[in-house]
């Protein structure tokens, strides 16, 4: 029996494997990164290996997961497996305080675990390919992060590149928290709908907006195996105000871009570790916000509940929770900035208790179709 984790998003320590008992007693490993006053734990992604074919039962058991960073997130939670990296489904999962347990029956001899269905790299540049072979789109190069790796952006605007004249500008960021991969499954969703020429309300949209697409803001983070920062140890969600060349060049180059184009809906993707709803955080606690900005907030948020049973407003975070920093967080600084309807959208990493899966619980296949129905609510707050 053996358990590794040095690929693409691969993160779990070992204390020690009993082979013959079939258990593996486990840690989680740190977010990796330059500044050792950084201490984040809770993402974790490995793969098992083993005589199993349904015969063995495994015990993974990961300690002190009670002082994780999240701890909350441990309760009602069932990690996701997979035998083939495509296909995803929860196993039974249970948590005592400190320790969580995996407790499974692997039919194959290879099978990987994780936290959420992983985002690798190498499929964000396949979306990034297929974006760019599209007419409507445009893969845009906004920079290098720290380890080197591209920063870009998808611009995709009507097939004939003459929008509105001037277009809105829609911007759409996610994966400012590398392990919240269900933000990227969104942008998928999103970005497919958009480039679909069949659809009509991606037609209606295109024909009134630019949309500006990051489907990954954390490339480093999210390779090295890190739930919430990027090389440096920053949290890229904290950076907005002043983000730099040295600490945070991801922030420093999508601002830039978002300051060249202008923005009149924003929407930064998240997912939550403890609550198991979808919902959103808006600007309508900022000094500096109108009441036509609630107004239109509301109204965006009337259309969302239209647009998907998935999303709910009865559930998620008080309006002060982060009135001390607000103006460091994306979505409070575009408000601010731009005056625009601009929203923290937050997914579950457990399920949604509005519409529960037994199977999947919240996963990648209803992270990329909320993608797309969230454009029927754009459509609804462009009026188009």
């Known amino acids: 029996m053996r358990i590794s984790s040095n690929f693409d998003s691969g993160s779990i320590a070992i204390r020690d494997i009993d082979a013959v008992a079939g258990v593996a007693n486990l840690r989680l490993r740190q977010d990796q990164v330059s500044d050792p006053t950084v201490d984040i734990r809770q993402w974790f992604h490995f793969r098992l290996q083993g005589d199993f074919r349904g015969r063995r039962a495994v015990s993974l058991r990961i ?22 990296r495509e296909h995803w489904f929860r196993v039974p999962t249970t948590f005592d305080g400190d320790t969580l347990t995996i407790a499974h029956t692997p039919e194959r001899d290879s099978i990987y675990y994780a936290y959420f269905e992983p985002y690798s790299w190498e499929r964000h540049l396949a979306l990034l390919g297929r974006a760019e072979s599209s007419a409507r789109a445009r893969v845009l190069d906004l920079g290098s992060t720290l380890d080197g790796r591209d920063m870009n952006l998808v611009r995709i605007s009507a097939d004939d590149a003459r929008p509105a004249s001037p277009p809105k500008h829609c ?14 499954w969104l942008c998928e969703g999103m970005i497919e709908r958009l ?16 949309f500006h697409i990051v489907p990954n803001m954390n490339p480093d983070g999210s390779v090295r195996g890190n739930l919430r920062v990027n090389a440096a140890g920053a949290n ?13 060049p991801e922030v420093h180059a999508v601002r830039a871009e978002l300051q060249r184009t202008g923005c009149d809906f924003f929407l930064d993707v998240h997912g939550d570790e403890v609550i198991p709803y979808v919902f959103t955080a808006g600007c309508e606690m900022l000094p500096s916000v109108t009441d036509a900005q609630r107004a239109e907030q509301q109204r965006y948020l009337a259309a969302l509940l239209a647009a998907s049973p998935e999303f709910q407003t009865s559930h998620g975070y008080p309006a002060g929770k982060y009135s001390e920093d607000s103006l460091k967080l994306a979505s409070k600084w575009v ?22 899966d037994a199977g999947t619980g919240w996963s990648s296949a209803r992270s990329k179709q909320f993608g797309r129905d969230t454009l029927d609510s754009v459509a609804a707050l462009l009026r188009v």
């Open 236 to 248: 890229l969600n904290r950076e907005w105000v002043s983000p730099s060349q040295d600490r945070s």
């Open 335 to 356: 408000g601010h900035t731009f005056g625009c309807v601009s929203l923290t959208l937050e997914l579950p990493f457990k399920d949604n208790a509005n519409q529960p």
């Open 63 to 84: 300690a002190a997961c009670g002082d994780s960073t999240f701890p909350g997130g441990w309760k009602d939670y069932r990690a996701v497996a997979s035998y083939d």
């Open 171 to 184: 911007w759409i960021i996610a994966r400012q928290h590398p392990g919240e991969t269900m933000a990227e």
């Open 195 to 210: 480039l679909d020429t069949q659809d009509p309300v991606a037609r209606r949209l295109l024909s009134a907006a630019q």
